[in-house]
């Protein structure tokens, strides 16, 4: 069963990839989930280049997120410090990649948190 689910995931992972790409203007916003923790990062597909990444392994967010409890919340705080680094790297617009996960939890947490600081999907 978890070995179907993981298959099911990363088939949609390969499909969505062929369709979504980013751009130093317009980045992907690529996102991946593990069991306790929750990544971002901002890829420029057309120089292949990581511009920005964010974790609850961060070291700004390592006080903050030893205070919170749950990882959806957690994952909230990523997105809000994400959001602020891009702006401030003049990144308005990304292109959401899920990564083949559902649009639930702490994904949906995580592009929460990115919005209310002003990034646009």
Do not use: C, W
């Not at 993981?6 to 790409?21: E, G, P, Q, V, Y």
């Not at 990882?71 to 899920?98: N, P, Y």
């Amino acid at each position: 069963m978890i070995k179907r689910k993981s298959n099911n995931r990363l088939r949609a992972k390969t499909k969505i990839r062929k369709t979504i790409s980013g751009t130093s203007a317009k980045p992907r916003l690529s996102v991946y989930r593990s069991l306790n923790h929750v990544y971002a990062q901002l890829v420029d597909d057309t120089n292949q280049k990581t511009l920005l990444t964010v974790s609850t392994l961060s070291k700004e967010l390592n006080e903050k997120v030893k205070e919170l409890k749950g990882k959806v919340s957690k994952s909230k705080v990523v997105g809000s410090l994400l959001a602020e680094r891009a702006l401030g790297m003049d990144i308005k617009e990304v292109v959401f990649d899920r990564n083949g996960y559902r649009y639930h939890g702490r994904i949906k947490s995580l592009a929460d948190g990115a919005r209310e600081k002003g990034l646009k999907f």
